[in-house]
């Protein structure tokens, strides 16, 4: 049966590869800085979501491929820009107080429609600290979700299209996870009244375009190959890779993934900078560039699936470190190192 690539909990190279990077370049400390601007961006991109919903509400259903088009093409960037801004959120990387961050994060999240903010600041600090844990990373999928889709690009298709819905299965399975409390409440509450006030005010039509955006945003465009280039591979001597493409000038610069789990205190505009002051530790691992091929490469390419990524184990006392891969369909792969260029 085909199972995630297994690996020792004790084999992480994140936080060893973060020590060395500081300890050869101490002036990247400068870089550890909030970057309050990025509050303004997400002020920006939500006023710009709701304008955009408004006029596709004066047009009417009639006009649904034109909304679509623009989801496509301008609000799925918007929405994920926005996600980003959550992400640095997550890490208090845009305002001093903790409580200011959560606000910021709420804001980003209103054209998303759902209240996700709250929840993802909870797991996403998790993936961090648990990285690979299935019992506390919400980032591997779940075992069922895993065998359901399977490496039928039908299914992977239909599985990037609706990622939004998978991924709410995924907290219940974890342990020491608070998901409700007052800031998840508040999350809701704003999430609501935001919907509320979009179909008063714009109208189905106008609702209809967000929703169209906030589903190209995570999962069906390119986008949403975000979420295969950061821990996805068939290549067992990387678990996590970045990407350095044009996207990343409208992406806020997520693509750059090592540098930012090395060095998560480091907000989304230095994160270029950490990787050109440091280049000896980044230029010998393997990158993708290009988020729109990774796609199509995770949906027809049968080397891929759910279980593509590395799971961390856990080590008995009396047992050497694992490092082997469970057999079955990926037993063949070819996992030897060499340069990512499909």
Known sequence: MQAFFHQSEFDQPHPSRARAIIKAHPELRRLIVRNPYTALIAVSLVLMQTAISYWMGTKGFGYWWLSLLIAYC???????????????????????????????????????????????????????????????????ANHWEARLIGNKWYRKAIWLMLFPFFQLTRPPRLKAIRMWDRWFFVNFVCAAGYDAAVVYFCGWPGFLYLVFAFFFSIGLHPVGARWIQEHYTYDFDQETFSY???????????????????????????????????????????????????????????????????????????????????????????????????
Do not use: C
Request: hydrophobic share 40%; proline share 5%.
């Open 74 to 140: 301008i609000g799925a960037f918007a929405n994920h820009a926005n996600y980003v801004i959550i992400h640095d959120a997550t890490h208090n990387l845009i305002l001093r107080s903790k409580s200011w961050n959560k606000m910021v994060a709420i804001i980003a999240d209103l054209p998303n429609l759902a209240p996700g903010a709250m929840g993802f600041r909870v797991y996403h600090l998790k993936h961090h600290s648990h990285q690979g844990d299935y019992e506390y990373d919400a980032d591997l």
């Open 244 to 342: 350095y493409g044009p996207i990343n000038r409208v992406a806020l610069n997520m693509g750059y993934h090592n540098e930012h789990h090395d060095l998560p205190s480091i907000p989304w505009n230095n994160l270029p900078k950490l990787r050109a002051m440091a280049p000896e530790f980044y230029d010998y691992l393997k990158y993708h560039t290009s988020w729109t091929r990774l796609l199509f490469q995770f949906i027809f390419d049968e080397r891929y699936s759910l279980y593509s990524r590395i799971e961390r184990m856990k080590q008995r006392a009396s047992s050497p470190a694992i490092r082997d891969v469970t057999t079955g369909r990926m037993s063949g792969v070819d996992l030897s190192a060499r340069p990512i260029t499909f």
